[in-house]
């Protein structure tokens, strides 16, 4: 099992900046993928962006793609989430993910450990 640990959510302006953090624990493989998942208010949860710990492929949906940055540090087990022009619709609990395959799924149900969330709120 792996535990995850977000942190870097907070309250920021319309066209503002955060830079989420993600730090694993536990049973990680170094083979496998991280995903950044996110869930506003009345709406199901859904894929932001995903990155394999090996390669540093990465995925992203279309609704950050060009705004938001996945990295991470494999040294250190942490995944970042760097969001740039952000928009009240970002408004959501900010989720991290992990899995033992080497591949960025979107849908959550291929993601075995969650960590508790971070709320990111967007203001107009």
């Known amino acids: 099992q792996v535990q995850l640990v977000e942190s870097g959510g907070g309250l920021v302006q319309a066209g503002g900046s955060l830079r989420l953090s993600c730090a694993a624990s536990?049973?990680?493989?170094?083979?496998?993928?991280m995903g950044w998942f996110r869930q506003a208010p009345g709406k199901e949860r859904e894929f932001a962006a995903g990155?394999?710990?090996?390669?540093?492929?990465?995925n992203y949906a279309d609704s950050v793609k060009g705004r938001f940055t996945i990295s991470r540090d494999n040294a250190k087990n942490t995944v970042f989430l760097q969001m740039n022009s952000l928009k009240p619709e970002d408004t959501a609990v900010y989720y991290c993910?992990?899995?033992?395959?080497?591949?960025?799924?979107?849908?959550?149900?291929?993601?075995?450990?969650w960590g508790q969330g971070t709320q990111v709120t967007v203001s107009s």
């Open positions: 993910a992990a899995r033992g395959g080497a591949y960025v799924y979107t849908r959550e149900q291929m993601y075995d450990d």
């Open positions: 536990g049973r990680i493989f170094s083979s496998g993928a």
């Open positions: 990155i394999t710990w090996s390669s540093g492929a990465t």
